[in-house]
Nanobody, 120 residues
Framework: QVQLVEHGGRLVQAGGSLELSCLVS????????VGWFRRAPGKESEFIGA????????YSQDSMKARFIVSRDNAKNTAFLQIRGLESEDTGVYYC?????????????WGRGTQVTVSS
């Protein structure tokens, strides 16, 4: 069974940067696409971006690329989400999810999330 665990969520000041990680276990990580979502308080879950097994990335909007970067390190079985220029609107729970090879939502495997809080 594939398991995902997110790390890195914390309280940060607006304007700062943060890197979240998603450790994947239970199968060969390099065969999985990993995506990132977030859920802000009182809002629906929002897709941020994903990276597939051959390092192709996709983002929900082109504007996301300016502040969000999805990457992976197969040697560490880990995917990453870098967030730059944090804003109070970035506050929420961030989840990673995985699926076989390509990013074809909805993904089959989910982490439990990590809380990011941005103070202004």
């Amino acid at each position: 069974q594939v398991q995902l665990v997110e790390h890195g969520g914390r309280l940060v000041q607006a304007g700062g940067s943060l890197e979240l990680s998603c450790l994947v276990s239970g199968d060969t990580f390099s065969n999985y696409a990993v995506g990132w979502f977030r859920r802000a308080p009182g809002k629906e879950s929002e897709f941020i971006g994903a990276i597939n097994w051959i390092n192709e990335t996709t983002y929900s909007q082109d504007s996301m690329k300016a502040r969000f970067i999805v990457s992976r390190d197969n040697a560490k079985n880990t995917a990453f989400l870098q967030i730059r220029g944090l804003e109070s609107e970035d506050t929420g729970v961030y989840y990673c999810a995985a699926d076989w090879l390509h990013w074809l939502p909805p993904p089959n495997f989910w982490g439990r999330g990590t809380q990011v809080t941005v103070s202004s």
